[in-house]
């Protein structure tokens, strides 16, 4: 079983910066693409950043310019800097990893999530 769990969510002002950070562990041969998706009230979740186990990244079109999504591959962890956060970016964060453990099985694996709140 892996396990994923995020941190660095909370209430920031209008312009502030937040860092969120995501830490798989358990039964982990290797990890493919991590992802940080959000989920605001009444809204879909949708992708926020996205980053291959080479380094590749996509984005939003929302977020683009504001927010660095980056992974430690040695530690298994994702983070994404968010900077020039604005009231619409508030939302629930989950993080989300493309995993191979025992066997080469591949399965994917979500977080509970991380609330991001940005106040006008």
């Known amino acids: 079983q892996v396990q994923l769990v995020e941190s660095g969510g909370g209430l920031v002002q209008s312009g502030g910066s937040l860092r969120l950070s995501c830490s798989a562990s358990?039964?982990?041969?290797?990890?493919?693409?991590m992802g940080w998706y959000r989920q605001a009230p009444g809204k879909e979740r949708e992708l926020v950043a996205g980053?291959?186990?080479?380094?590749?990244?996509n984005y939003a079109e929302s977020v683009k310019g504001r927010f660095t999504i980056s992974r430690d591959n040695a530690k298994n962890t994702a983070y994404l800097q968010m900077n020039s956060l604005k009231p619409e970016d508030t939302a629930v964060y989950y993080c989300?990893?493309?995993?191979?453990?025992?066997?080469?099985?591949?399965?994917?694996?979500w977080g509970r999530g991380t609330q991001v709140t940005v106040s006008s």
């Open positions: 980053i291959t186990s080479g380094g590749s990244t």
């Open positions: 989300n990893a493309d995993v191979i453990g025992p066997y080469h099985l591949r399965r994917d694996y």
């Open positions: 358990g039964s982990i041969f290797s990890i493919n693409a």
